[in-house]
């Protein structure tokens, strides 16, 4: 070399470009004095007055024809300076500049700032030559930053060397090229660190702690890259040839934690080279790496382009390649994501790969993989979806399920496109992102065909498409479906929210069969008594969702029997005797219990109670303590509920329908078996106390028996007999399945429930009003001083017949038998009256309240009939003891309380603490019943074992205050158990 000028200890701390030291060569200049102080210059550089925005510290240019010329920087700090291009130093080297050396060695570049280019240093090299050479030995660059390459900006126009020795580069930043940009050059790295390097601004992917476009990145040593969170390296149309062992750790990127790919850029392996990829992330596609290469075509019409694989390994590769705890994001391309892997089928690997594609890499000599499936990934090749689901109407809110497959056969994450050969056709959200697709909106006319494609970058999809008309509560308008907001349909975000207990077929809307549709979850309910329609899901657990009101249970299931539930029954034959067994038991223990309740004295509570739990099962819409819940199905159906303890399955297959029929036979035992546990249990009392089990007490409990038999026959004719008109056919309400009266069953049901309505639903009744009216009124009457023969002869037989039905005069237990002096005349015959039928009369009002009125009113009805019935009864006032009144009007009123509260929590949105409170609210107004039935019991008992003489204030519940007829058994031996207005019988 000509010229050699040496800078020692150099020092430039907090320059900025408008004192920065501007350096020309022109092939004559010298540096003579080798130590700068703090913004003084000697006169050897020209001390700039005028800034040029080029290096903050120091600007070198090399002009002309300089050549041969050595610049060397050591144990040099250039720190805190700023400037347009080169925070620190900026470099610059002519067209005809050649064999001119600049190395910098053991320093610092720290804290520097460029707006654009170069936040360390910047070169900007046109020379045309490439003997030109720049080098860093044992340099820090720390802490710079700048738009395009923090630490150092490389723009080259022929590919001169340069060259890292045991350089570090550490917590730089910038948008490009955190540490290191480069173009157009060859850069050689030996025993290099490069951390901590991230993007400047939080707009934009980050494109890597080095990026290099068109250049060639050499590998010596050992080198760490490590920390770096925009990608570690991008390279476009660049080649990364490693000698020695390149460690990529714990790097974070977009796409691609450690290497991103683009254009023509491959990896080229040495055959000792060591690559690692420990731990590396990206939050897209390619955990440790991202390959976008030309090939495959981006559309299948095109000719793959024929570029080399991503992976140039050597003949013989004795090195290893190692991906440990690399993750992407989507879960797609964990270790490597590339565009194809086609072009890596053709190699220096010997290896036999299948034509999926599925072993390509995975299986290579000398690469290691922790997971094969979705360890390396590409994009789709192939698209699916299911036809079935988009079968959608037009504007509605919709998210397809498309499955799009790469080449190794594994689904992947990708965009894809929606277009439609018919313009009339459009979808607001063109660009999809499978599987964590936006939900879009189509819209179109309904009915016409059109093609839908669906296009990925590398497949293309097309099908027959067409919009299905407005759904339920819609119409069309503008190619789209738009709600019909009414009083019975709301609509909100795309949802259709319709009253409970709805079932909906096409167009309309039908009453639903209790506990055949799906309840209401609180995350599905709207507004009030609203719940969201789903048309695919409309049917309780277990029931088929396409049959019609959800009547049918799925295939192999059955109706339990005690409840709406269907269940799976096969293999369990056996139950065919245990269930009638266990329902029958259930029924003969109640009665053997109503026998000794109603031995010593007629059990009057019982009625308002037995009324409360029938009653209640219309009224309750929460969930409720299991032990109430037996009672309740107690006097309602068979005598057990399911989550009290057993589910019954009869047999397999057992419809609603069948069900019904088989609840009649119960109804018929409950009166079979009292008679069968009458006869036992008075034999066994007196082969064991010498004495004979009265007639009374059977007849005692006789009447609390027909009460609930009254009550289950009456909702079984009931069912049997509602019908419904859906699609202009009039079906079976219970069992829509079937057309009314057409199936066999059915007409068999259809006559018992008329016979049962007439023969005893209406007949006992008006016996009970007749026995009535003839033991308060014509009981005295002489049948001798009737004028008219025939009406004589009428009194007798009609007098018999009410003898016969003496022990209907138990309903009227504890009756008024006289006109209050402070009530109106009419009073009287009404109490007298209506009183002894009072509970059947309000049983049949709440039934009619349950079954005829609509579900958006039933609620309010029942409250208002249980209202009616409760101010019925404290207007009569009908019993003597005035504490058997009070009995009554608590019971009543305590049933308008939970008909009211029940109405009222449709219309509340409670929180889930809260509506844990309410619910126990309930639940206590719904043991009241049960509390003060066993607390009359509990005072009966001590009454008759005379420990109630010692609680005289208790005394009023069971006492008396009536005329005592003349012949009374009384057990207890005390005058107040005595009952009235009966001539006991005590012959058995």
């Known amino acids: 070399m000509e010229d050699s000028r040496n800078c020692k200890n150099l020092k430039f701390i907090k320059c900025t470009s408008k004192k920065s030291l501007l350096y020309t060569f022109n092939g004559a200049t010298s540096i003579n004095k080798p130590i700068y102080g703090e913004n003084n210059f000697y006169n050897d550089g020209q001390h700039l007055s005028t800034p040029v925005n080029k290096g903050g510290g120091i600007s070198i240019f090399f002009r002309n024809n300089a050549s041969n010329k050595i610049i060397n ?40 700032n460029a707006i654009e280019l170069g936040g360390g240093v910047c070169v900007i090299n046109q020379a045309l030559s490439q003997s030109n050479y720049i080098s860093f030995v044992n340099v820090t660059i720390n802490s710079n930053s700048a738009c395009i390459g923090g630490g150092i900006g490389i723009e080259q126009l022929s590919e001169a060397k340069i060259s890292f020795f045991s350089t570090s580069f550490d917590s730089n930043n910038a948008d490009i090229g955190s540490s290191l940009q480069v173009h157009n050059a060859n850069i050689s790295f030996t025993d290099v660190y490069i951390t901590n390097s991230s993007r400047s601004s939080e707009f934009g992917d980050g494109q890597g702690a080095i990026h290099a476009t068109n250049s060639n990145l050499f590998f010596y040593g050992s080198n760490l890259i490590s920390q770096n969170n925009n990608t570690a390296f991008v390279l476009d149309s660049s080649i990364l040839l490693n000698q020695g062992l390149l460690k990529f750790k714990n790097n974070s990127g977009y796409q691609g934690g450690a290497l991103g790919l683009y254009g023509e850029s491959y990896i080229f392996f040495d055959i000792n080279a060591i690559f690692l990829f420990e731990n590396n992330t990206a939050s897209k596609k390619g955990g440790a790496i991202f390959v976008h290469v030309p090939g495959p075509s981006e559309l299948p019409s095109l000719i793959p382009s024929n570029w080399v694989c991503f992976f140039d390994v050597v003949e013989n590769f004795t090195g290893e390649v190692k991906f440990l705890g690399n993750k992407a994001g989507t879960g797609i391309g964990n270790d490597i994501f590339t565009s194809t892997l ?54 509605s809110l919709f998210k397809p399920e498309i499955f799009l497959k790469d080449e190794r056969e594994q689904l992947v994450d990708e965009e ?27 819209y179109g006319p309904p009915n016409e065909n059109t093609k839908l494609f669906i296009q990925s970058a590398a497949s293309l999809l097309s099908f027959d498409f067409q919009l299905n008309n407005c759904g339920f509560g819609y119409h069309f308008d503008n190619n789209s479906c738009v709600c019909n907001n009414n009083t019975e349909i709301q609509c909100f975000d795309d949802a259709v929210y319709i009253p409970i207990k709805k079932w909906v077929y096409k167009e309309n809307m039908f009453p639903c069969p209790k506990g055949y549709c799906k309840d209401c979850s609180k995350k599905d309910s709207y507004v009030g008594n609203l719940c969201k329609l789903n048309a695919t899901n409309q049917c309780a657990l277990n029931r088929n969702q396409s049959s019609i009101l959800c009547s049918k249970c799925n295939t192999g299931y059955s109706v339990v029997f005690g409840s709406s539930d269907c269940k799976n029954c096969s293999g369990e034959s056996y139950k065919a005797i245990e269930i009638p067994f266990t329902v029958f038991s259930v029924v003969a223990g109640c009665n053997f219990v109503l026998l000794l309740l109603n031995k010593k004295t007629f059990s009057w509570y019982l009625i308002p109670t037995i009324y409360s739990y029938q009653i209640l099962d219309q009224l309750i819409s929460i969930k409720t303590c299991p032990v109430l819940l037996f009672f309740i199905e107690l006097f309602n159906s068979v005598g057990m509920y399911r989550k009290f303890s057993l589910e019954l399955c009869f047999y397999n297959n057992m419809n609603d329908l069948e069900k019904k029929g088989l609840m009649f036979i119960v109804a018929l035992w409950w009166i079979v078996s009292l008679f069968i546990v009458y006869k036992i249990f008075s034999f066994f009392f007196q082969l064991f106390t010498k004495e004979k089990f009265t007639k009374e007490a059977f007849h005692r409990s006789l009447i609390v028996v027909l009460f609930i038999v009254y009550s289950i026959t009456a909702k079984l004719s009931c069912d049997v007999l509602v019908s419904i008109t859906i699609n202009n056919e009039k079906k079976i309400f219970i069992f829509a ?41 014509f009981n005295d009457l002489e049948i001798s001083s009737i ?16 003898k016969f039905f003496k022990f209907l005069k138990w309903y009227q237990y504890g009756l008024k038998t006289t006109n209050d002096t402070d009530s109106y005349f009419p009073i009287y015959y009404i109490r007298i009256i209506i009183f002894p039928m009072f509970y059947f009369l ?30 019925f009864f404290l207007l009569l006032k009908p019993l003597l003891n005035k504490h058997h009144n009070v009995f009554h009007a608590i019971q009543l009123t305590n049933l308008f309380l939970v008909a009211l509260w029940n109405d009222t929590y449709r219309w509340m949105y409670l929180e889930s603490k809260d509506e844990k409170k309410f619910a126990i609210f309930i639940n206590l107004l719904i043991f009241v019943p049960t509390g003060m039935a066993f607390f009359v019991v509990i005072i009966n008992i001590l009454k008759c074992t005379r420990f109630l003489e010692k609680l005289p204030c208790l005394m009023h519940l069971v006492k008396e205050e009536i005329p005592i007829p003349d012949r009374v058994e009384n057990k ?13 019988n005590t012959e058995d």
């Open 73 to 112: 920087f050591t144990d040099f700090s250039i720190d805190n300076n700023k400037a347009c291009f080169g925070g620190a130093l900026y470099l610059y080297l002519s067209k005809n500049t050649s064999n001119n050396l600049i190395n910098f060695n053991k320093g610092f570049i720290s804290s520097n």
């Open 972 to 984: 207890c031996n005390d005058s107040d158990l005595r009952e009235p207005l009966i001539e006991e």
């Open 842 to 871: 309000a049983r049949i009002l709440l039934l009619v309240a349950d079954q005829f009125s609509s579900s958006e009113i039933q609620p309010t009805c029942l409250s208002a009939s249980s209202l009616c019935v409760l101010v």
């Open 737 to 777: 399945e079937e057309q009314y009266l057409k199936e066999t069953l059915h007409i068999i049901l259809y006559a018992i429930a008329v016979f049962v309505i007439i023969a005893f639903l209406i007949s006992f009744p008006l016996i009970i009003l007749c026995s009535s009216l003839y033991w308060n009124l």
């Open 416 to 442: 894809v496109n929606l277009f439609f050969q018919d313009t009339r056709f459009s979808v607001d959200l063109h660009q999809i992102i499978q599987n964590s697709a936006a939900s879009f909106r189509i």
């Open 787 to 802: 004028r008219w023969e025939f009406l004589q002869k009428f009194g007798i037989r009609f007098k018999k017949i009410m």
């Open 342 to 395: 086609e072009t890596c089928t053709n190699t220096n690997i010997e290896v036999n790969y299948t034509e999926s594609l599925i072993d390509v890499i995975t299986t290579w000599p000398h690469f290691y993989f922790e997971k094969s499936l979705h360890a390396i990934s590409t994009n789709a090749v192939n698209i699916s979806i299911e036809r079935g689901k988009w079968n959608i109407q037009p504007g």
